[in-house]
């Protein structure tokens, strides 16, 4: 196979779909536009520079692969001051898990450790408890007409489930959750300049409540994850003042992970829920099918669209040349529909034997990843086990985004 040029043609001729994607209806309904994506080939010149991939095969090739790194500090500098790489809640980012390479990544996650199985089931039980408060509460409002799903439970699961891990005030969680909406501006796929600004301040606010809880646990230490990251950065850093920023970049980022994507995978597996009773039916005649239920939402729809890596040398990609430093943008939303990998890709089907990428892949498959099934699962058993059929009453608002998709709201009322 020979190797591509981008003529500047190319690059046009991917334009008008990506200013589709960025309308409300493209935001709605994706999906017909990474069609057209995927069938001008596996990978395509993006407007912008770069490149966007949308075969499963060349998104999983990225991904697995130690070659394509992340957009890190060094790189963001590289960009020039001017550009979004370099906006302050973008630097901050650069310095969590997220947004780090080997060897640097491999010692920030040592101290992270692992949702093992005991701290999952010990989680769990909380997870239960705090889904069957949520589901009691709801229950008594849908009895006087519509509610809000996805404010009342998608949305408040999360954050109590993170929240009473991390010993967070309850007071707090609200505010966290709504700095958490604004704060994920920044990793957007085109974030526009009004976003940004949400973003920084954002990302400030958090910063200082973040800090400010890794000074107080180091003065009053408990039983708890925060106390346990500072005494493994203590015996990684001698300098405190080093360490404790440390903790902070590693609690921000659980957190910033676990709230935002985690709501959009409830929000997104109850819609596909409520909107179709032939699932109602289907699931709660066999409730074996719950964690197929799960992983099928996480391909068909997965609450991140878009992953981003960089060339750290020059390469070949789906016959293109890359340079070193060039951004490709992984449509893994698009990839999970490619009929390459999956037959019949547009249909639902929670018996599909699963494959997907929303957990991303290689060093830097999501560290939640156990976390969120067990929250999706334990809810999606609660409401077939406690809740008369739903039924959708109007198609849900999503919010102005690209890269990282979330509900406004998803309205429901008794069948």
């Known amino acids: 196979m020979g190797v591509a040029t981008t003529p500047l043609y190319d ?15 493209g935001q709605a309904d994706p999906f017909p536009i990474y069609a057209e994506l995927l069938a001008r080939g596996e990978v395509v010149p993006a407007p912008w520079g770069g490149f966007a991939v949308t075969g499963f095969a060349a998104c999983d090739q990225v991904l697995r692969s130690r070659q394509w790194l992340e957009p890190d500090r060094e790189w963001r500098e590289r960009q020039g001051a001017g550009t979004r790489w370099n906006a ?8 969590t898990l997220a947004a780090l390479n080997a060897p640097d990544h491999t010692r920030v996650r040592r101290a992270a450790g692992t949702f093992d199985r005991s701290t999952v089931e010990r989680i769990g039980h909380n997870v239960e408890r705090t889904t069957d408060r949520l589901l009691d509460a709801f229950t008594e409002r849908i009895r006087t007409g519509e509610a809000d799903f996805s404010e009342l439970v998608c949305e408040e699961l999360p954050v109590a489930t993170i929240g009473e891990w991390l010993g967070l005030p309850r ?10 909406h604004d704060q994920v ?6 974030p526009s300049a009004s976003q940004l600004a949400l973003s920084d301040t954002a990302t ?27 005494r493994a950065w203590d015996a990684i850093e001698p300098d405190r003042d080093k360490a404790d920023e440390a903790v902070y970049f590693l ?18 597996m109850t819609l596909r829920l409520v909107e179709s009773p032939e699932r109602w039916g289907m699931v709660a005649d066999d ?42 943008h992984l449509m893994v939303a698009a990839a999970h529909r490619d009929p390459a990998r999956h037959a019949d890709p547009d249909r639902f089907d929670p018996a599909r034997v699963p494959g997907h990428l929303a957990f991303s892949g290689g060093i830097h498959y999501c560290l939640g ?39 406004l709201n998803l309205d429901v009322a008794l069948a």
């Open 369 to 407: 990843a156990p976390l969120a099934r067990l929250e999706a699962q334990i809810l999606l058993r609660g409401l077939i086990r406690h809740l008369p059929r739903l039924t959708l009453v109007r198609p849900p608002s999503m919010a102005p985004r690209v890269a990282f998709r979330r509900l």
């Open 251 to 268: 609690v921000l980022f659980v957190v910033l992970a676990a709230l935002e994507t985690t709501a959009t995978l409830l929000s997104t």
């Open 88 to 95: 302050p809640s973008s630097r901050e980012m650069s310095h």
């Open 185 to 190: 501006f920044t990793q957007e796929l085109l």
């Open 204 to 230: 400030a606010e958090l910063r200082s409540y973040f800090m400010e809880l890794v000074r107080d646990r180091r003065a009053h230490p408990g039983n708890d994850p925060v106390t346990g990251w500072i």
């Open 171 to 180: 007071a707090d969680w609200p505010t966290l959750r709504q700095l958490t």
């Open 287 to 328: 409730p074996d099918l719950v964690p197929g239920f799960v992983e099928e939402t996480l391909r068909y729809d997965p609450p991140t669209h878009v992953i981003s890596r960089v060339a750290p040398e020059d390469t070949v990609l789906g016959g293109f040349e890359i340079r070193r430093d060039e951004m490709v």
């Open 11 to 25: 690059r046009r001729a991917s334009a008008s779909l990506f200013s589709r994607l960025r309308t409300a209806r």
